[in-house]
């Protein structure tokens, strides 16, 4: 049955309480109440497991919906009609009564160096050995591990202005970060270096924003639709299937980068093993209305060519730490 709201409803946004989370569910706000002036928006702060534990790895807590699952349970009881999230932390298998209502525009989705002043004049293949490089994404490490095993990587947590702190207190020389958290944020000028996909192949939904919604909600899945982007959405959903197939997640080193040029579509995926020592990567191009068939494809032919082998070894070492 569907559910149907009456225009006087208020539409209740929730949202995570980082100030990058805040910044993405306003603009969200903002462009709805663009489009229907009529209607009423309100955000809701929550706080979610991911932000509450800071001490540990993302990898060593698990991924199962660390960023999502409470603002995900909040839309299931009723509390909020609709979730703004970064795509990237959203599961490849949402919970049963939610859909990904829409997706929106894509902001860059390339990682950055971002440097301690005392490096200003390096750039990340020019770092001197043993420089400390932050990063929180085995994603991440294990490329960096593969292209410059001189440097030394140690772990950091907590939201950007955090790891801004620390960096700038000298903890670490050099942090890796998404360009688009840094641009949203307005900290442009802190971006030393765009990485191309040649040195590291970003996460799967980078840079892009996943709306979630009940998935029998028609009154809501209606007002999202204005704000969907459609060449991000077929190249997300690309890289969703493609990480589907491989059943990884935040412990596993996945990177993928999308083109789509006149209707094609061309998904890059690679694989890797955190010490960056094994490497799977691929690509396959397809039509840009099929992107979940291709998604699949690439999946496959990684498994065939060893990635099953990475994954397996990877998640038999996760169990024994856990």
């Known amino acids: 049955m569907s559910t149907v709201a009456s225009p006087a409803r208020t539409v209740r946004i929730g949202s995570r309480k980082s100030q990058l989370a805040l910044i993405q569910t306003y603009w969200v706000k903002d462009q709805l109440q663009t489009h229907f002036p009529e209607r009423q928006f309100e955000v809701q702060e929550v706080s979610t497991k991911g932000d509450k534990i800071l ?3 993302l990898s060593k807590i698990g991924d199962k919906g660390l960023f999502t699952k409470e603002l995900e349970q909040g839309i299931l009881d009723g509390e909020t009609d609709f979730a703004v999230h970064s795509l990237k932390d959203v599961q490849t298998k949402l919970a049963e009564g939610l859909i990904l209502g829409c997706i929106t525009e894509r902001e860059d989705p390339s990682d950055a ?3 301690h002043e005392k490096y200003q004049n390096y750039r990340l293949e020019t770092l001197p050995d043993g420089a400390v490089v932050g990063t929180s994404s085995l994603r991440r490490l294990a490329q960096l591990r593969h292209h410059f ?3 030394a990587f140690k772990d950091i947590r907590g939201n950007l202005n ?6 700038d207190a ?4 050099a942090l890796i970060l998404a360009t688009s958290g840094m641009k949203r944020m307005g900290w442009h000028d802190r971006i030393h270096q765009t990485l191309p996909p040649e040195i590291s192949l970003h996460a799967v939904g980078q840079g892009a924003l996943g ?3 009940r998935a029998n909600d028609s009154d809501i899945l209606s007002l999202l639709k204005v704000i969907e982007h459609l060449p991000t959405t077929q190249a997300c959903l690309a890289e969703r299937a493609f990480l589907r197939e491989l059943e990884g997640g935040c412990q596993v080193p996945i990177g993928v980068y999308t083109s789509i040029n006149d209707g094609i579509l061309t998904l890059t995926g690679l694989v890797a093993s955190i010490d960056g020592q094994q490497w799977v990567k691929d690509s396959v191009t397809g039509a840009a209305t099929e992107p979940e068939a291709i998604g699949i494809e690439l999946g496959q032919r990684l498994r065939r060519q060893g990635a099953q082998a990475i994954l397996d070894a990877i998640i038999a070492a996760s169990r024994t730490t856990h």
């Open 113 to 115: 160096l971002v440097v």
């Open 149 to 151: 095993p001189k440097l």
């Open 55 to 57: 001490d540990v790895a």
């Open 211 to 213: 709306i979630e919604c």
């Open 162 to 167: 955090t790891r801004l702190a620390k960096l």
């Open 170 to 173: 000298g903890e670490y020389d």
